[in-house]
């Protein structure tokens, strides 16, 4: 039962964390499920907690998956459900408002338990914030650019023209709205609304 259920709700490669797989059996009797399949070969162990169905990968020794896309799937969003989102240099980074690549990936996610902590996962680190409301698929674009507002000026390192525009261009790509913004910008703090209106982008939400 176990097996069939994740090669019908996982891909090869794909990370399975126990605490998403929904059959409503016990963690003491889940585990050694888990390892049975292990020791089968029918499914490998990434880490604590953390697994993946092999593929047909020709490179023997080599985890097949990165500790970026177990922290996306973690913290982030995995098979439909938003947990959380990029935030800092990292969205800065994304969205092409600065050319510095952070070190340490920084993720705003429902997933974080306490205000700020730092995680490492197979030796990479990853910064997590707690959210300042529940992130989901409706409203987790504006409150990453409301986000992006408050510490605006620590991003700007000149190695990007015309930020303005670039912002601009995001609030019409993620159909960012000002009834959007006024349903969460009471979340953040007032150098926000002034960000909004030194950068004109408040002249441009619709």
Do not use: H, W
Request: charge should be positive; charged fraction near 25%.
């Amino acid at each position: 039962m176990l097996y069939d259920y994740l090669i019908e709700n996982y891909k090869a490669y794909e990370p399975i964390f126990t605490s998403d797989i929904d059959l409503g059996i016990p963690g003491n009797s889940l585990r050694p499920k888990l390892k049975e399949l292990v020791d089968a070969g029918k499914l490998c162990r990434y880490d604590a907690g953390i697994y993946y169905l092999p593929g047909k990968s020709k490179l023997k020794g080599l985890v097949p998956i990165s500790a970026s896309t177990v922290a996306r799937c973690k913290y982030v969003s995995q098979r439909g459900k938003v947990r959380g989102y990029y935030a800092g240099f990292t969205f800065a980074n994304q969205m092409g408002l600065s050319l510095q690549v952070p070190y340490v990936q920084e993720i705003v996610s429902n997933e974080a338990s306490a205000k700020v902590r730092e995680i490492e996962i197979k030796g990479q680190k990853f910064l997590l914030r707690k959210p300042r409301t529940i992130i989901t698929e409706e409203n987790y674009r504006v409150l990453q650019f409301l986000d992006f507002l408050v510490d605006f000026d620590k991003y700007m390192d000149g190695s990007v023209e015309d930020i303005p525009a670039r912002l601009v261009q995001i609030i019409k790509d993620e159909n960012i709205t000002k009834k959007v913004i006024d349903a969460y910008i009471s979340l953040y703090p007032t150098k926000v609304y002034k960000n909004l209106y030194e950068t004109g982008v408040v002249y441009a939400i619709a």
